[in-house]
């Protein structure tokens, strides 16, 4: 029998760490808890959890910053928890490396379902129909080792951007909407969440491409979405 999927819930409001606990925990995960975020950060380092549900409004050391000291060599799936108004919050915590991010108050029943869908992708179901491994241009994709390498040179993804990159690789030329892209990649598509695309294609950029303003890889359609361009950078 596999052993239980371990998340790691840091949360400061007590009631609320304790009830995702119990609720997670009748829903077949193990948990580990964490009520700070420097406590968080040093037992993400020494568990290594499978997930990370991580509130950013935190003591001690926040949220943010306990993702800007973690994703240097860690690509743990990382689900931030936000204010429904903290907006810039939100998209700083997709920018540094979350994969994803819900907002209070939300439901245990869609936070669980959100949970899986990243352990999914972090797994290697997002994008994995079809071959094994992909060489577009300079771009080299392995799906069964989850790496990736441009010019030869390793690419440290999060899930999230595996599972996009992946996406659009597989079907180069296409163009996807943002919302297709999340059903495509995630295996959901919620209203309201579509904007999050932006910022994990951003981050991609970032790292796959020689010049993210001149990309070869990953092109903008604008009013409609993104598509796969070959590495021929016709498309910005």
Not at 1 to 10: D, E, K, Q
Not at 185 to 213: M, Q, W
């Given at each position: 029998?596999?052993?239980?999927?371990?998340?790691?819930?840091?949360?400061?409001?007590?009631?609320?760490?304790?009830?995702?606990?119990?609720?997670?925990?009748?829903?077949?995960?193990?948990?580990?808890?964490?009520?700070?975020?420097?406590?968080?950060?040093?037992?993400?380092?020494?568990?290594?959890?499978?997930?990370?549900?991580?509130?950013?409004?935190?003591?001690?050391?926040?949220?943010?910053?306990?993702?800007?000291?973690?994703?240097?060599?860690?690509?743990?799936?990382?689900?931030?928890?936000?204010?429904?108004?903290?907006?810039?919050?939100?998209?700083?915590?997709?920018?540094?490396?979350?994969?994803?991010?819900?907002?209070?108050?939300?439901?245990?029943?869609e936070?669980?379902?959100?949970?899986?869908?990243?352990?999914?992708?972090?797994?290697?179901?997002?994008?994995?129909?079809?071959?094994?491994?992909?060489?577009?241009?300079?771009?080299?994709?392995?799906?069964?080792?989850?790496t990736?390498?441009?010019?030869?040179?390793?690419?440290?993804?999060?899930?999230?951007?595996?599972a996009?990159?992946?996406?659009?690789?597989?079907h180069?030329g296409?163009?996807?909407?943002?919302?297709?892209?999340?059903?495509?990649?995630?295996?959901?598509?919620?209203?309201?969440?579509?904007?999050?695309?932006?910022?994990?294609?951003?981050?991609?950029?970032?790292?796959?491409?020689?010049?993210?303003?001149?990309?070869?890889?990953?092109?903008?359609v604008?009013?409609?979405?993104?598509?796969?361009?070959?590495?021929t950078g016709?498309v910005?």
């Amino acid at each position: 029998m596999a052993a239980a999927p371990r998340i790691l819930i840091v949360e400061d409001e007590t009631k609320l760490r304790e009830a995702v606990a119990e609720y997670l925990g009748r829903e077949g995960f193990a948990t580990l808890t964490a009520p700070d975020g420097d406590t968080g950060l040093r037992m993400a380092r020494e568990q290594a959890p499978d997930l990370i549900l991580l509130d950013l409004m935190l003591p001690r050391l926040g949220g943010t910053e306990v993702i800007k000291r973690l994703r240097p060599g860690s690509t743990i799936p990382i689900i931030v928890i936000t204010a429904r108004a903290d907006e810039v919050d939100r998209v700083v915590g997709l920018e540094l490396g979350a994969d994803d991010y819900v907002t209070k108050p939300f439901s245990l029943r869609e936070l669980t379902a959100r949970i899986r869908a990243v352990l999914r992708r972090a797994g290697g179901a997002g994008g994995k129909a079809g071959p094994d491994r992909l060489e577009r241009g300079p771009l080299a994709i392995d799906f069964d080792a989850r790496t990736v390498a441009v010019d030869g040179r390793p690419i440290d993804l999060t899930p999230t951007e595996f599972a996009i990159l992946g996406v659009l690789a597989r079907h180069p030329g296409k163009v996807f909407s943002r919302l297709q892209l999340l059903e495509a990649a995630f295996g959901y598509a919620y209203e309201g969440y579509e904007r999050s695309v932006d910022t994990h294609v951003r981050n991609l950029r970032k790292k796959i491409e020689a010049d993210p303003s001149e990309p070869r890889f990953i092109g903008t359609v604008f009013g409609v979405g993104y598509k796969f361009t070959g590495g021929t950078g016709d498309v910005r």
